[in-house]
């Protein structure tokens, strides 16, 4: 694993994704400032200053694309709550794979496959994290509630610290995850897991369904009850 730090750029996950070929597998591309970072659903990941995390970690797993691939976020917010108990707080994962605490978010995970000639170049692995912020900036954060582990524990939180563990964390399993895709964090994720058996209302595309978030599948997928009777989905966003 090598890490790359960069004082500024506009996404690491852009950067990562323009200069994919230049980079080994496991590779992370770390910043003190993101100029234009992105999130899911094309909406903007704030910067709040340099003591916070933005990281991407870039990833060759092969050149066909497995389903696998698709659960690495899933598998990174299960991990990103290991680390995050390490500091004394009760971390929560709400479907797909936002992190929260105290049902505040406090990081997001933004995937991208990188194709050419329908060959698969690599996965940038996208992750931000609120460490070190200011009550203000982050209730300035638009469409969720937002919070930072300093704010959570009191304490200044050591940006590098967290990045190692963090990619200590998540290279562990790495490999057995890619074979063994979701069932191998499927018990640790649901025990993470927010409003599991409860009536939701999902962003799905352009449509809002609501239903009874009814089970979490194998692969990862939601199930909801709704009106037209049980429903899977594999892409949105909980409102
Ligand atoms: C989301 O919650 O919508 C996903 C946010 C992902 C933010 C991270 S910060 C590092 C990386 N670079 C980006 O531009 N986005 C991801």
Known sequence: MKKIHLEEVNSTNTYA????????????IYTDRQTAG?????????DLG???LYMTIILHPGEKFNENFSNLTQYLSVKTCKVLEEYGVKPQIKWPNDNLVNNKKIS????????RSGKLLGIVLGIGVNLNANLEDVKAIPDRIATSLNLETNKEINRDEFLDKLAKTFFEDYDNFLRNGFKQIKEEYK????????KITLQHLSQKVTGIFSSINDDGTITLLTE???????IGDIL
């Open 191 to 198: 025990n993470y897991l927010v409003l599991l058996g409860e």
């Open 50 to 52: 340099s003591r916070n």
């Open 228 to 234: 037209k009777g049980e429903e899977i989905f594999s």
């Open 108 to 115: 997001g995970i933004l995937s991208e496959a990188v194709f």
């Open 17 to 28: 994704k323009e200069n994919i070929e230049k980079f080994d597998d496991k590779t992370i």
């Open 38 to 46: 992105r999130g899911r659903f094309t909406r903007k990941w704030v």
